[in-house]
């Protein structure tokens, strides 16, 4: 029980502690000067500057975790996964606060430093900073404007995809939330527009932007371009939007996000690239069924990604497919399983990566690296409500999600590979 | 060959569904309990929706205006197991992992967490907007009784 007692700290940060100690400190000093009635008046000292009042909406939260995985032949997630003695390399440390200094703004702001494998190498970053003004608000429904950094809203899970305490399992089904795109997909600057209308029907809900994808950074440059090349990338203008629509209070849940990501190359002296552009267009559909013990959770994408007019390679256009069918059971409030089927081809024209492997001598033995299926099976201990404890065992058929950063030599991988993976998590 | 997995994993699942009971159920039988708020509020009844919303932290302002401060339970307390599925029709966990999300996604914040009737009362009574749920036998004049349509 004592444990509990941590969630009623929530709300008190370092300064707020400080801010009541100092006020305490000072009034028991002047508390004390009232006691010395004898003492000859004294000149009449400049008064102390008011504190300021903390506001009593300002919250404080964080979590931080780590992870430890382990797998099979020689394919490394996050680290030297495959070595004997695993990798530790997988770490997520976040604070963030929000205030609402009146009742239809609210300020937010996430820092955030993720570690995880070569791709990731934990530095601390603005995961998001907004400012959101509810512009209409009534019994029914309400209309509102974002802006600053916001999270893409992309799927269930894209938007908190770097808090343990909100994902389903240690790792968010690749499929879909995989590293390569991560970088594009994770948050953008601009300004986004969100509404929402609730009715005996359900609720229905939207938020959409205009946006700059963050692209700036040698890894979002190897993630896009698969290296290191002397030009740059820079962001252009970019779309971003989602419906949700949520029956009986969210017992059912569906969504439909779509977002078009637009990104340049800006060439460098002597490069052998000329000035491209990608374009990264993803469209996911999910859907959940929530009942007391357990929940079924599917998502569907459909992602289009095209290079044009690099000059050393030719223009790429393909659609990529993933989809993942989950299953959630509580067996008390504290313990949880689930298990997954995941599934994923980079070419939706060419599942097996027959067509890929064929094209160039260099390939062969590589088709592999063109599609996974992964079943996971995950348990979850919520020891207390601020302490997470995570065990989970991926079988993977094919290596399109592992990163070439981690496994610089494509060719030592094997198709058929296990995961397991150990993950502890602290939050307030 | 997927259609297999899965149906592996939902006879798993019904298999689990069947052989457990769930200890959670013991927690409908509660004494009797209001929604109550600060007497500030005006509002004297109140749509399920908007009491969703509210406790959704999606609804943030009442009618006149004022800013609504959400009081609850942890989440394992009674009290806020039986509220949240025969007021709100969610269960605790739902409720949970939206404030999660809206916490960790900066689009929204957190109720107050009260460890204790004792604190509900005080609390509810003492802020302004305030609205959290009490058993009747802990809730006296400081705070007034919500009816919903």
């Not at chain 1, 916001?150 to 899970?157: A, N, R, S, V």
């Not at chain 1, 991926?394 to 990163?403: C, D, F, I, P, Y």
């Not at chain 2, 069947?18 to 209001?34: F, H, K, Q, V």
Request: with cysteine; proline share 6%.
């Amino acid at each position: 029980m004592s444990s509990r007692s941590n969630s009623c700290m929530r709300k008190h940060s370092p300064g707020a502690i400080i801010v009541i100690a100092l006020s305490a400190l000072l009034w028991s000093l002047s508390a004390q000067a009232d006691k010395l009635p004898t003492l000859p008046m004294l000149p009449k000292l400049p008064t102390l500057p008011k504190l300021p009042p903390l506001p009593h909406n300002l919250q404080i939260h964080g979590f931080a975790s780590q992870s430890w995985l382990m797998s099979s032949g020689n394919n490394n997630f996050f680290g030297k996964s495959s070595s004997d003695s695993g990798s530790f390399d997988f770490r997520e440390l976040g604070l963030n606060a929000s205030m609402r200094p009146l009742t239809r703004l609210q300020f937010s702001a996430q820092m955030l430093s993720r570690t995880a494998g070569e791709g990731s190498p934990g530095n601390v970053r603005l995961d998001f900073g907004f400012m959101d003004y509810t512009y209409f608000s009534g019994e029914s429904s309400q209309l509102g404007i974002r802006l600053g950094r916001m999270k893409t809203p992309l799927g269930f899970y894209n938007d908190t995809r770097d808090v343990p305490f909100t994902r389903p399992s240690i790792l968010l089904p690749q499929s879909i939330y995989f590293d390569r795109t991560r970088k594009l997909a994770l948050a953008a600057d601009g300004v986004h527009l969100y509404g929402e209308h609730r009715s005996d029907l359900g609720d229905v809900s939207f938020q959409a932007g205009v946006v700059r994808p963050l692209v700036l950074g040698a890894e979002a440059e190897a993630a896009v371009l698969g290296g290191q090349f002397p030009g740059h990338l820079a962001p252009e203008i970019s779309y971003t939007g989602r419906v949700n629509y949520d029956l009986d209070g969210g017992r059912i849940r569906f969504a439909v996000s779509a977002s078009q990501l637009n990104i340049s190359y800006v060439p460098g002296a002597g490069d052998i690239l000329q000035a491209g552009s990608v374009r990264f267009t993803p469209l996911i559909f999910s859907a959940q069924y929530n009942a007391e013990r357990w929940s079924l959770t599917s998502e569907y994408a459909l992602r289009r990604l095209e290079y044009n007019n690099f000059g050393a390679t030719p223009n790429m256009d393909f659609y990529g497919e993933s989809y993942y069918f989950q299953g959630v059971y509580r067996f008390t409030p504290e313990w949880e399983g689930i298990v997954r089927y995941d599934a994923q081809v980079t070419d939706k024209d060419d599942p097996h990566g027959k067509k890929w492997a064929a094209e160039r001598p260099s390939r062969a033995g590589l088709a592999h690296t063109r599609f996974a299926k992964d079943i996971t099976v995950g348990l979850r201990w919520n020891i207390t409500p601020e302490f997470m404890l995570r065990a989970e065992y991926h079988h993977v058929n094919g290596t399109a999600w592992l990163s070439t950063l981690d496994n610089p030599n494509t060719g030592d991988l094997s198709q058929r590979w296990n995961l397991f993976s150990i993950l502890g998590s602290y939050r307030f | 060959m997927i259609t297999k997995k899965n149906t592996g994993g939902f006879i798993l699942l019904l298999c689990l569904l069947l052989g457990i009971n769930y200890p959670i159920s013991m927690a409908w039988a509660i004494e009797p309990y209001e929604i109550v708020t600060n007497p500030s509020v005006n509002e004297k009844t109140l749509p399920k929706s908007s009491l969703r919303a509210i406790f959704g932290m999606r609804l943030h302002t009442w009618p006149d205006g004022t800013a609504i401060r959400v009081f609850v339970m942890p989440d394992d307390a009674p009290l806020h197991v039986a509220f949240s599925k025969e007021k709100l029709n969610v269960f605790p966990y739902q409720l949970r992992s939206t404030w999660d999300r809206l916490v960790f996604s900066g689009t929204g914040q957190a109720p107050d967490t009260v460890m204790s009737p004792e604190e509900m009362l005080a609390r509810v009574a003492n802020t302004p907007g305030a609205i959290g749920y009490l058993t009747k036998s802990k809730t006296d004049g400081r705070v007034n009784v919500l009816e919903i349509k």
